[in-house]
């Protein structure tokens, strides 16, 4: 069983250490331990993407993938043979832009089959997601992530691909956002530098996660 972690941060001089790919890390620490690797995680970081907007040429209805973008095929080929998917993201204005153009062909492959046959499904359809936000907000302002981050994400994966989204409670039914310890100023850069407490974060995933598990196990009974 495989779950597949989205790390969509775009900063590429973070490297591996964006706050994104560090909570996937996270995640799949979390899942290997909790189920004694019974479910592999997979992580793909969309820095290492080049992706290209969708033009709406139609052409995905009958090939069933992008024919303008290998690496978009590349990324979903993958996420389609998950049994579970989390998607990390921080707030940008709102979603980074490579998660947009993911999410926008994503959604283009299963409306076009979907609008001349009501039958058809996703790929994911029913299969569960795991939604978190994060930025460079603190316990105040993070609930403002709820309509940016989280909602943008969900509703892109709702209707017509009709995943399963994952709650933690009824504060937060699509995912949960993660607030920052403190900001402070780098001499040495024009980036700010978020700092966050990690040990606070595992409690706030950890629901999410067992979610995440207890709906595949439960699938494959």
């Known amino acids: ?4 972690c989205i790390s969509a941060s775009n900063i590429k001089h973070a490297k591996d250490n964006s706050t994104s790919s560090e909570i996937c890390n996270l995640i799949k620490e979390m899942v290997i331990k909790k189920t004694k690797n019974l479910i592999t995680v997979k992580i793909i970081k969309l820095v290492d993407y080049e992706l290209s907007p969708c033009i709406g040429c139609g052409q995905c209805f009958k090939k069933t993938i992008c024919v303008n973008d290998e ?105 949960i956002a993660l607030p920052i310890k403190e900001v402070i100023r780098d001499e040495n850069s024009i980036f700010p530098i978020q700092k966050y407490d990690w040990e606070d974060i595992k409690v706030r995933i950890e629901p999410l996660v067992n979610n995440m598990i207890g709906n595949i196990i439960a699938t494959r009974k």
């Open 1 to 4: 069983m495989i779950i597949t």
């Open 71 to 175: 690496d978009f095929n590349n990324i979903y080929s993958k996420v389609i043979k998950s049994d579970g998917l989390f998607v990390v993201s921080a707030h940008y204005a709102p979603i980074p832009s490579k998660l947009s153009i993911l999410l926008e062909k994503m959604e283009q492959l299963t409306f076009l089959p979907r609008f001349h046959k009501e039958e058809d499904r996703s790929p994911l359809y029913n299969k569960p997601v795991g939604i978190i936000g994060h930025g460079g907000g603190t316990e105040e302002i993070i609930k403002g992530y709820k309509g940016v981050v989280l909602n943008t994400i969900a509703n892109a994966l709702s209707y017509p691909i009709e995943m399963n989204i994952l709650g933690v409670n009824e504060e937060w039914p699509n995912g």
